[in-house]
């Protein structure tokens, strides 16, 4: 029986780049359905909701999300059930997508593209495990009123221990497979939400003796990133830590466009696990519907979701050795291209598809 791919294109940049995705896939894997919604910004210029009904259902009757990016301008003042972010907001939150893993890695020959010396980020690879479903994203109350006249504002950060600990054994598993480094990213010295953060990762190291754990406050974080980036494997943390950084560790290679993510939950089984899959880059407005952007990080998506959702490893190989060979050969697109003349959108998933 075939299997189907809900695919959520949404806003600015994210229907030319998840339309290149998805001919890598169907390439690879003919057999899957990949069947396509209006989320975000789309569906409200429509007069729908940021994740109308529709989308929701087909995304309940597949095996994996691929997803684009949302956001418009016009509704930046909205309250959040107004704007597009809702979309991603809710996915998370429903689905239970509580692992976001963010990997991070500069391609050969990419090197110059980076604001850093060529030589801190040659062969970098590391990824960031950000909690996606706790902390101030969705911590109660959230809200703006006015008191005694003044207008206020409140966010909540909160966690829960088995929250934390179930994206910090994900973290340690990750190491496994890996250089066998955890670095757990807080602000300890500070938040009461840090200071359980540290002792629920600290006690479960105590079940991953192979695996090296260490400890960064987040601001001395952000500085080891561009200071000495070689130095990690997996960082793990918070919400909106894992927010900020995994932006940082991602221009690291030059482009945020190459980055891809993956959000996993409870759902299914490893290897056969429902997630959602989409670029870390945003909506790109001011190069959108020019064919410009690079599909990089979305096509790369398309690989974690063989991976993780279609228990696929070699297709996921496969895309990524294809990537990994056109940039080798030179293929580039504009934000990247230096001197070499850039490909499109188009012309650029054609050399990955060669590659393949
Ligand atoms: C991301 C994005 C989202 C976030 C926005 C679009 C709500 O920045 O996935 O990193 O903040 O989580
Ligand atoms: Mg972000």
Same mark, same amino acid.
């Given at each position: 029986m075939s299997q189907t791919i809900a695919v959520l294109p949404g806003d600015g940049v994210g229907p030319e780049v998840t339309r290149a995705a998805v001919r890598v896939l169907q390439h690879v894997r003919p057999d899957l359905r990949c069947v396509e919604s209006v989320v975000g910004g789309a569906a409200l210029e429509r =007069?729908?909701?940021? /994740?109308p009904d529709e989308a929701r259902a087909l995304a309940e009757s597949s095996a994996a999300i691929l997803f684009g990016s949302v956001g418009l301008?016009? +509704?930046? %003042? !909205? &309250?959040l059930p107004e704007r597009p972010e809702y979309a991603l907001f809710l996915l998370r939150r429903d689905y239970e997508l509580y692992a976001n893993l963010r990997p991070v890695r500069v391609f050969p %020959? /990419?090197?110059?593209?980076?604001? /850093? !010396? &060529?030589e801190l980020v040659r062969g970098l690879d590391l990824i960031v495990v950000r909690e996606l479903t %706790?902390? $101030? +994203?969705? %911590? !109660? *109350?959230k809200e703006q009123r006015v008191e005694d006249g003044i207008e206020m504002a409140v966010d909540t950060m909160i966690y829960r221990a088995p929250e934390i600990e179930r994206i910090a054994r994900t973290a340690f598993e990750l190491a496994r497979g890996r250089r066998k480094r955890v670095t757990s990213v807080d602000k300890q010295n500070i938040l009461e939400t840090s200071r359980l953060w540290r002792r629920v990762v600290t006690k479960l190291a105590n079940e991953y003796p192979d695996v090296q754990l260490d400890h960064l406050l987040v601001d001395n974080a952000a500085m080891q990133l561009v200071r000495r &980036?070689? +130095?990690?494997?997996v960082i793990v943390t918070e919400n909106m830590f894992g927010d900020i950084l995994s932006d940082e560790a991602a221009i690291l290679t030059g482009s945020i466009g190459t980055l891809p993510s993956a959000s996993l939950g409870?759902? =299914?089984? *490893?290897?056969r696990q429902f997630g959602l899959y989409e670029?870390?880059?945003?909506?790109?407005?001011?190069?959108?519907? !020019?064919? $410009?952007?690079? *599909?990089t990080a979305a096509i790369l998506s398309a690989a974690l979701l063989l991976r993780?959702? /279609?228990?696929?490893d070699a297709n996921a190989l496969r895309i990524e050795r294809a990537v990994e060979n056109a940039y080798v050969s030179g293929a580039r697109t504009a934000e990247i291209a230096g001197s070499t003349p850039p490909l499109g959108t188009g012309a650029f998933t054609d050399r990955v598809i060669a590659n393949l």
């Open positions: =007069g729908l909701s940021p /994740l301008p016009q +509704y930046d %003042g !909205k &309250p %020959g /990419l090197e110059d593209a980076s604001s /850093l !010396k &060529p %706790g902390g $101030i +994203y969705f %911590g !109660k *109350p &980036p070689g +130095y990690f494997d409870t759902l =299914g089984t *490893p290897g670029p870390i880059a945003g909506t790109a407005p001011d190069i959108a519907g !020019k064919g $410009i952007a690079n *599909p993780y959702s /279609l228990d696929d």
